[in-house]
């Protein structure tokens, strides 16, 4: 069975603090792999997404970054985090074939606080 | 330009009862997908149903069913026979084209089933 695995669970962090948060995929090769934000009582932002190892594509541009160092795993980061960063990161996977019409199986997700 | 609108912000209904919930999209593509998913309390989203922009039946999936009308871009959510356990918010998303790697999500509609 596929499972995915983000951490950390929570952050609280300082403005201008570096951030890394990441995401493992076990049980599924070759997945696509998405990071989205949420604020507090918020939609869902599409922020990146991969298709293949070492290839990431921003969707919306805030200051943050994304690589896929590995198949299974996907890290969203920043070296300078603002207040707006705040909210609720979840990272997701899709199988790779069929593209459009595949549901996202999503992470716990991560709680950000920036202070 | 693509768009998910939710106007129903929440939902109370009284357990065992119908409700249904609305989305609202906009797209150019002739084809394209729509999805409704749920997060509960503790922020897990979990995808429930989706419908192909080609198929004319609605789709179901156990107590959930889709109200789909093509002509005024609707896509409406049932629950039947509704239970506590179903209290969450509901997020409707769209993804346009055969290869494409965006959703677009809702702003969701929080739903409160009382005993």
């Known amino acids: 069975a596929q499972t995915i695995h983000q951490w950390p669970v929570a952050e609280i962090k300082a403005v201008g603090s570096p951030l890394s948060l990441g995401c493992t995929i076990k049980g599924k090769s070759s997945p696509n792999l998405y990071w989205y934000w949420q604020a507090t009582g918020g939609t869902l932002q599409q922020l990146f997404y991969?298709?293949?190892?070492?290839?990431v594509e921003s969707v919306v541009q805030l200051n943050l970054s994304a690589s896929r160092p590995k198949d299974d795993q996907f890290i969203l980061s920043t070296e300078k985090l603002l207040l707006s960063h705040s909210g609720f990161y979840l990272c997701?996977?899709?199988?790779?074939?069929?593209?459009?019409?595949?549901?996202?199986?999503f992470g716990h997700g991560t709680k950000l606080s920036v202070l | 330009a693509q768009k998910v609108t939710q106007t129903q912000t929440s939902i109370s209904v009284m357990e065992k009862t119908t409700v249904t919930m609305d989305c609202v999209y906009e797209?150019?593509?002739?084809?394209?997908?729509l999805f409704w998913y749920k997060q509960t309390a503790s922020g897990e989203i979990v995808f429930l149903i989706r419908q192909d922009s080609y198929k004319k039946e609605n789709a179901t999936e156990g107590h959930y069913s889709l109200n789909f009308q093509k002509p005024k871009s609707s896509i409406g959510l049932i629950i039947t026979a509704t239970q506590i356990e179903d209290s969450a918010v509901y997020f409707c998303a769209m993804r346009e084209g055969d290869s494409n790697y965006q959703l677009i999500w809702g702003s969701g509609t929080k739903l409160i089933i009382k005993p």
């Open positions: 991969s298709i293949t190892v070492g290839q």
């Open positions: 797209t150019r593509d002739s084809s394209y997908f």
């Open positions: 997701a996977w899709s199988l790779r074939d069929k593209l459009s019409n595949e549901r996202l199986f």
